[in-house]
């Protein structure tokens, strides 16, 4: 059971917008630590696509976006593309547990 | 250009003691700000943050495998090396070492290494 909740999983269709949320407590997200978002495409390793909530890496498509309030943080993504089909994990860091805390994924299927 | 790979033990029994060695290159962990992190997978599964490790020789860990896990580092090598006590077939896992900065991009896991796939059987 991981300490950040996220849906199991979304889906959209191409061109459309889909939202992941991450809802956490305030010993997390709620005390104002930073969430950071990864993407994992079947069988790779996780790749960084929102940093300090709504921050994008240089080569991350401005399709992404990210924002944070009180105790959750969504990643949304615009123009649903098939490339976009994989896990989403949000991440942040938690004072009571003293490290870093993991969703439990979300799996974004492309209609 | 950061990269890690991580090196060890494809199957270790259940009992056994798990030591994963992670090779860097890219910067130097007596550098101000740097960590090195350990993170793992199950098959099919979320990921899980373990355990940490920082310029300053700070160490981390998740709470609930505090009592088995140990992080130590050789800068001399560059590397960082991970034990974890008493191993399980629920800790059957790919196993990550990853690295970040407390100065860059908010303290994200900005580089991943390639994992060591690691499973637990008899």
């Known amino acids: 059971q991981s300490v950040l909740t996220q849906p199991p999983s979304v889906s959209g269709a191409p061109g459309q917008r889909v939202t992941i949320s991450c809802t956490g407590t305030s010993s997390n997200i709620g005390a104002g630590y930073d969430v950071h978002w990864y993407q994992q495409l079947p069988g790779t390793i996780p790749k960084v696509v929102m940093y300090g909530n709504d921050n994008r890496p240089s080569g991350v498509p401005d399709r992404f976006s990210g924002s944070k309030s009180g105790t959750s943080a969504s990643l949304a993504i615009t123009g649903l593309q098939t490339e976009d089909e994989a896990d989403y994990y949000c991440?942040?860091?938690?004072?009571?547990?003293?490290?870093?805390?993991f969703g439990g994924g979300t799996k974004l299927t492309v209609l | 250009q950061v990269t890690l790979k991580e090196s060890g033990p494809a199957l270790v029994e259940p009992t056994q003691t798990l030591t994963l060695t992670c090779t860097f290159s890219g910067f130097s962990l007596t550098t101000t700000g740097e960590r090195v992190t350990w993170i793992r997978q199950p098959p099919g599964k979320a990921l899980e943050w373990l355990a940490r490790?920082?310029?300053?020789?700070?160490?981390f860990y998740t709470t609930s495998l505090k009592t088995r896990l140990t992080v130590s580092k050789d800068t001399s090598k560059n590397q960082v090396v991970l034990t974890m006590a008493n191993m399980d077939p629920v800790d059957t896992a790919t196993y990550y070492c990853?690295?970040?900065?407390?100065?860059?991009?908010?303290?994200?896991?900005?580089?991943w290494g390639q994992g060591a796939v690691v499973t637990v059987s008899s």
């Open positions: 990853v690295h970040s900065h407390r100065g860059k991009w908010r303290g994200c896991f900005d580089v």
């Open positions: 991440q942040s860091y938690d004072s009571s547990l003293r490290g870093s805390v």
């Open positions: 490790i920082d310029w300053e020789d700070d160490k």
